[in-house]
């Protein structure tokens, strides 16, 4: 069974020459791309990413530093859609 260490060290080594932590942004770039395609609300999405950024910290794919920005990206994200999660 391929765990998702293995994935991220197969990715970094095969792209990245390497490099662990991009072939784990990648990992939750692919993660995030499939949330955004299978939702139709942004906002809904933005609060999805949270989650799913913790655990992708969690397990070791993301280290803290950009969990940290990206939870940050995401809250502000959230509040640009506010007047419009409001409006509905």
């Known amino acids: 069974m391929l765990s998702i260490y293995d994935l991220q060290d197969l990715i970094s080594t095969s792209f990245f020459n390497g490099d662990m932590q991009i072939a784990g942004l990648a990992l939750y770039a692919v993660v995030m791309i ?5 939702s139709k609300n942004t906002s809904h999405t933005l609060v999805i990413s949270l989650p799913v950024t913790l655990i992708f910290a969690g397990i070791g794919v993301l280290n803290m530093e950009l969990m ?7 809250i502000l994200g959230l509040a640009f859609n506010v007047g419009k999660v409001l409006r509905d």
């Open 34 to 38: 499939v949330v955004f395609a299978l």
């Open 68 to 74: 940290v920005l990206l939870v940050v990206l995401s």
